[in-house]
Nanobody, 123 residues
Framework: QVQLVESGGGLVQAGGSLRLSCAAS????????MGWFRQAPGKEREFVAA????????LYADSVKGRFTISRDNAKNTGYLQMNSLKPEDTAVYYC????????????????WGQGTQVTISS
């Protein structure tokens, strides 16, 4: 029902910034909460951030709080993850997701997923 496509990943030095985008198809994205997850090699997928349908509320993992900012532009059917002060441990494939339930943090609680974009942070 909803297709999500991430973009904006790449290689950046520690301390730098990246902005990830998540383009969604259809009108239904505007009625769904949005989240970002990441998965490093050999590790399980972990929660990064989530935002409410209207963009008025958000949640962050402790590991990114104060460095990452989640946002959305419902008029453009697009979500964003601004990543500042990046660290080597932020290296992972980043996935955007959409949920029928507001501000959830577990991957199985999300209904739609993008295919991911690689973020690599060098020391």
């Amino acid at each position: 029902q909803v297709q999500l496509v991430e973009s904006g990943g790449g290689l950046v030095q520690a301390g730098g910034s990246l902005r990830l985008s998540c383009a969604a198809s259809g009108r239904t994205f505007t009625s769904l909460a949005m989240g970002w997850f990441r998965q490093a090699p050999g590790k399980e997928r972990e929660f990064v951030a989530a935002i409410s349908v209207s963009g008025g509320r958000s949640l962050y993992a402790d590991s990114v709080k104060g460095r990452f900012t989640i946002s959305r532009d419902n008029a453009k059917n697009t979500g964003y993850l601004q990543m500042n002060s990046l660290k080597p441990e932020d290296t992972a494939v980043y996935y955007c997701a959409a949920s029928k339930v507001l501000l959830r943090t577990r991957d199985y609680e999300y209904d739609y997923w993008g295919q991911g974009t690689q973020v690599t942070i060098s020391s």
